[in-house]
């Protein structure tokens, strides 16, 4: 079992940077496929990223792809979102998840993910 914290949000302006953070207690991350959500107001909630168990390879929409990168500190048993040239179009909850590697098929969809973070607010004025 893990319990899931993120932080990192804030208040940005349009091509300004943020980094998101994502920190595990319990079992360690890196024993997860893990993934980062975002849910604007009003929409469902949007997959983002996910790097595969063991610091493997990482998956993004591709609506992100290009500005997001998700990284994993394996020491501090922690996941990085770093998100460059923020638009208003990116302002949401940000939500970092983790669910069973060995079952895990379909990375985009909710259903997979055992366990949440909290979410960390993003908010990109124009």
């Known amino acids: 079992e893990v319990q899931l914290q993120a932080s990192g949000g804030g208040f940005v302006q349009a091509g300004e940077s943020l980094r998101l953070s994502c920190s595990g207690s319990?079992?360690?991350?890196?024993?997860?496929?893990m993934a980062w959500f975002r849910q604007a107001p009003g929409e469902e909630r949007e997959w983002v990223s996910y790097?595969?168990?063991?610091?493997?390879?990482?998956d993004y929409a591709d609506s992100v792809k290009g500005r997001f990168t998700m990284t994993e500190d394996i020491d501090k048993n922690t996941d990085y979102l770093e998100i460059n040239s923020l638009t208003p179009n990116d302002t949401a909850v940000y939500y970092c998840?983790?669910?069973?590697?060995?079952?895990?098929?379909?990375?985009?969809?909710?259903?997979?993910?055992?366990?949440w973070g909290q979410g960390t607010q993003v908010t990109v004025s124009s």
């Open positions: 319990g079992d360690a991350l890196d024993a997860y496929g």
């Open positions: 790097i595969s168990a063991r610091s493997g390879p990482t």
């Open positions: 998840a983790a669910a069973n590697p060995w079952t895990i098929v379909l990375k985009h969809e909710t259903y997979e993910y055992e366990y």
